[in-house]
């Protein structure tokens, strides 16, 4: 058996699952290995049939149910990609491909039907559905709707409930429209069947409600009801205050947030109750349509202090940003222009930091005085050896710049970089590169990395007619 499972390790899930029907033997041996992670991965293709790319989550539930021992397997679940469409009506073409109760999913996708074979099953799935706290008989009753009809959230929220020793869950945003899975991580937690979660990644759609056509769920109960977590990304249009009455993890060590509506006061919460938090990602923007004239004195480090203070002791790597969304999805990056008030002087006390990142104006940040170099050198956190400045290039054409005044100043501006470069630490610059002043991104990358400076460009080809 100790041979069967060294084989198993080199194995794709497709072998895996030949193998299974070998004998009984090699498909209790293999399991292990087939349930350990599991991942769908959906991408949109109008030529596919709903049903043959959609339902092998259905058919992974089913089994779950035929087999409860396999829920011990699964330590890890990934749902991304184009949420497929719903087709529950051709039931008799759905029944066919419907597998033995002891058959694992069949990977990469296949067809299945809610339809259970009997109806001890079927009561089963009811009866997770109605020990939910949903409050009034009317919203369980249309939960069970929607569990009839495969809502694909539902379904999901009901695998987390079957799923004990869980230890890393990714969510995508086309699966996190309703409070299925909200609900389900919250009653994992009340129930003590999250202790095993150490990593969680949700994130939403950032398109305006407008033009995504539904309302993305969005809160922060993963993280105030799961105390095991060590690792977090959220990634949401708006944060709730609402559920922020329980306590935080303790032993959050990395925290990514990107969103639109959450103040400071709800940051200094959650950053209060995380004194082990070492890597901080923040992401803060807002919609192009409410993005004011003066775009960056809306969001400045400064304004942080108090909510990052909580943190200082312990925070290694920042990485902090401030942009806009368009109607279309399109972010822009928005850039402060003085680095060392705005960005480096609120980190002067913290003493473990070790990398920063954050937006920088390359062009407009200096205004040919040294002495802004010398400050940058005298208030840079004692232990920071990684600075890494971004510039979109393209914002600049909003400004009417002409391609050749654009080059010169950005040459300049580079020169000048590199010539007072900060001492002591290993600096990168990342500028987004535009088909017009290309000529002078590569004449400023040569003077930034004979300056020993890490310079990086991000391939942005802007259409002429733009």
């Known amino acids: 058996m100790e041979i069967l499972h060294c084989i198993a390790e080199g194995l794709v899930k497709a072998d895996l699952v030949s193998l299974c029907l070998v004998s009984q033997r090699f498909r209790y ?24 790319v959609q339902l092998s989550l ?38 066919k491909y419907i597998p033995p109760p002891m058959s694992p999913p069949i990977w990469p996708s296949s067809t299945a039907s809610i339809q259970f074979p009997n109806s001890d099953q079927h009561a089963e799935a009811i009866t997770i559905v109605d020990s939910l706290p949903l409050g009034s ?34 969510i995508g945003h086309d699966f996190f429209r309703t409070a299925f899975v909200d609900l389900a991580l919250q009653c994992k937690a009340d129930n003590g069947d999250a202790q095993s979660l150490r990593s969680i990644c949700i994130s939403a759609d950032f398109r305006p409600r407008s033009a995504r056509g539904y309302h993305n769920f969005t809160c922060f109960l993963p ?8 690792s977090a990304s959220l990634s949401l249009p708006a944060i709730s205050m609402g559920h922020m009455a329980a306590t935080p ?85 928005l850039e402060w222009v003085d680095l060392a008030d705005q960005v480096l002087e609120p980190l002067l ?28 050198n005298s208030i840079l956190p004692p232990n920071v050896r990684s600075l890494t400045l ?54 400023a990358k040569g003077l930034f990395e004979a300056a020993g400076i890490q310079f990086e460009l991000e391939r942005r080809i802007r259409n002429v007619h733009d």
Not at 271 to 293: G, I, N, S
């Open 29 to 52: 041996a293999l399991l292990l290995r087939i349930y350990q992670q599991i991942e769908f991965q959906w991408e949109h293709d109008e030529r596919a049939q709903s049903d043959a």
């Open 58 to 95: 259905v058919l992974l539930f089913r089994t779950v149910l035929s087999c409860p021992d396999l829920c011990l397997y699964v330590k890890s679940f990934k749902c991304y990609g184009t949420r497929p469409k719903l087709n529950w009506n051709d039931y008799d073409a759905r029944q």
């Open 137 to 170: 008989t009317e919203e369980a009753q249309r939960w069970r709707e929607d569990f009839v009809r495969g809502e694909l959230e539902l379904i999901i929220a009901l695998l987390l409930l079957r799923l004990p020793k869980l230890e890393s869950l990714h």
């Open 223 to 230: 993280l105030v009801a799961i105390h095991s977590l060590e």
């Open 249 to 333: 993890p303790s032993y959050l060590t990395s925290l990514h947030l990107q969103c639109s509506s959450l103040s400071e006061t709800v940051l200094g919460l959650l950053l209060a109750q995380t004194p082990f938090l070492e890597d901080l990602r923040y992401d803060r923007f807002v919609e192009a349509r409410e993005m004011p004239d003066d775009k960056p004195s809306r969001f400045l480090i400064s304004h942080l202090s108090a909510s990052l203070s909580h943190v200082r002791s312990s925070l290694r790597h920042l990485f902090v940003a401030y942009g806009s969304f368009s109607d279309d999805g399109d972010y822009t990056m």
């Open 349 to 376: 006390s913290f003493d473990k930091l070790e990398t920063v990142h954050a937006p920088y104006m390359l062009i407009f940040g200096w205004d040919g005085n040294p002495n802004k170099f010398r400050r940058i």
């Open 390 to 443: 971004n510039s979109d290039l393209t914002e600049f054409w909003s400004c009417e710049w002409e391609p050749e005044d654009l080059g010169y100043a950005l040459e300049l501006s580079v020169s000048f970089f590199a010539n007072h470069r900060i001492n002591g630490i290993t600096s990168s610059v990342v500028v987004v590169e535009d088909c017009y002043v290309s000529h002078a991104l590569n004449k």
